[in-house]
């Protein structure tokens, strides 16, 4: 019998176990209201029944849960792995401490792996997909499209004009894009123009982040404990005026906001959240559309992105970039990001040559999108998302 097929069966008989003893759980609740007796107000202790495949000596669970992780490592197979978090609270503990992040071994697994930096080696490939009667862009994780169209959503944006500026809600789902969502992500905003854009998280780049003025209001009288309490304003993307058009292609400039410069510098480590912390807020007193910068957000330090110049090719009359075949129909909106440094940073040349981001059209609506380490999924496809809006003054 394959790994699948175990975790599949365990998953079904914890579920069967954990439904009847809920119902015996209830039962005794309720007879226990008929006494007489009062007692102190002391909270309760959470109850917790995991069936019995919490049982399984963590030797044997460990060796499982690895093999298993090691064996399905692209998608839809690594759904397997997903499936051995959600038996129960031990297997979950355990399979979270054996799965890592995507710079440590170049998968994406949990939904908190899209806010994760990608890894150093070698870039995650993906590609977006434009639909524009819904003006909906979806991101997906894999090479090419498939011909069953069987491939993993990764993130969805929904583009939103409004009368001074353009917006893209980002949410995990393709079909809920609300705020008030737990699968809402983040956002890109545009200038009227369309010449500077700004990216919102809706949660500090890391989990220690201190929460600042805007966050701490939230205190009293708390309700919906799952909407984002604030937005972070973590990156901000500018394309450079070509009015006369005589500057060739786009030109265009990142300052990460939430990545140290030193993050690329040897030894350095970029921002990696662990999990996604939903905090409360409170409609009485606080507007949703509340944002702030985060607390490290100094110029000086932040890591600057700036595409990549590229030649012109005297035979094509056009000019050229090496997407190693990654991109093959010729559009303007096709670029490649490096880190723009200089000597005092002390950054190495290969670092500065390598491409952190690489997006490009090969077909009607389909755009590759492949990112590299100290880039997150989440903040390459917002970079990308600003290249789909319109530009008059920049082209």
């Known amino acids: 019998m394959s790994f699948k097929s175990i975790v599949r069966e365990l998953r079904e008989m914890g579920d069967g176990i954990g439904s009847l003893s809920r119902r015996g759980i209830e039962g005794r609740h309720w007879r226990n209201r008929t006494r007489s007796h009062i007692a102190p107000d002391v909270a309760p202790l959470e109850l917790i029944n995991q069936g019995q495949w919490a049982n399984l000596p963590p030797e044997l669970l460990l060796d499982i849960i690895r093999r298993v992780e090691e064996s399905e490592t692209s998608w839809p197979a690594r759904t397997v792995v997903v499936y051995c978090a959600s038996v129960c609270k031990s297997w979950r503990d355990i399979t979270k401490e054996i799965v890592k992040t995507?710079?440590?071994?170049?998968?994406?697994?949990?939904?908190?792996?899209?806010?994760?930096?990608?890894?150093?080696?070698?870039?995650?490939?993906?590609?977006?997909?434009?639909?524009?009667?819904?003006?909906?862009?979806?991101?997906?994780?894999?090479?090419?499209?498939?011909?069953?169209?069987?491939?993993?959503?990764?993130?969805?944006?929904?583009?939103?004009?409004?009368?001074?500026?353009?917006?893209?809600?980002?949410?995990?789902?393709?079909?809920?894009?609300?705020?008030?969502?737990?699968?809402?992500?983040?956002?890109?905003?545009?200038?009227?123009?369309?010449?500077?854009?700004?990216?919102?998280?809706?949660?500090?780049?890391?989990?220690?982040?201190?929460?600042?003025?805007?966050?701490?209001r939230f205190q009293k009288k708390q309700v919906s404990p799952k909407l984002p309490s604030c937005s972070y304003s973590i990156a901000t993307i500018s394309y450079e005026l070509n009015v006369l058009r005589t500057r060739g292609p786009r030109r265009m400039n990142c300052t990460m906001h939430s990545i140290p410069i030193s993050s690329i510098q040897e030894g350095g480590t970029a921002p990696t959240p662990k999990s996604f912390p939903f905090k409360t807020i409170d409609r009485s007193t606080s507007s949703l559309s509340s944002s702030t910068t985060t607390p490290n957000s100094n110029p000086l330090d932040s890591l600057m992105l700036k595409n990549k110049a590229p030649r012109w090719h005297e035979q094509l009359q056009c000019w050229c970039l090496n997407f190693k075949g990654r991109v093959t129909v010729a559009s303007v909106k096709n670029f490649q990001l490096v880190a723009a440094v200089d000597s005092s940073h002390n950054v190495s040349a290969v670092e500065q040559e390598k491409v952190i981001l690489q997006f490009g059209k090969i077909g009607k609506d389909i755009f590759t999108m492949d990112y590299r380490y100290p880039l997150s999924a989440y903040q390459a496809f917002a970079i990308c998302l600003s290249s789909f809006d319109t530009k008059p003054a920049c082209e």
């Open 102 to 216: 995507p710079e440590e071994c170049g998968r994406l697994t949990f939904p908190i792996s899209l806010k994760q930096p990608g890894p150093r080696d070698s870039p995650i490939q993906c590609y977006i997909r434009r639909d524009r009667a819904t003006s909906t862009h979806r991101l997906y994780f894999g090479l090419t499209p498939s011909e069953d169209e069987s491939d993993k959503l990764l993130l969805a944006a929904k583009k939103i004009r409004r009368a001074t500026s353009t917006e893209f809600a980002i949410s995990l789902v393709a079909d809920d894009f609300s705020r008030a969502s737990s699968t809402y992500v983040g956002k890109l905003r545009s200038n009227f123009l369309g010449t500077k854009f700004t990216i919102y998280d809706s949660q500090p780049p890391t989990d220690t982040t201190n929460h600042n003025r805007s966050s701490q």
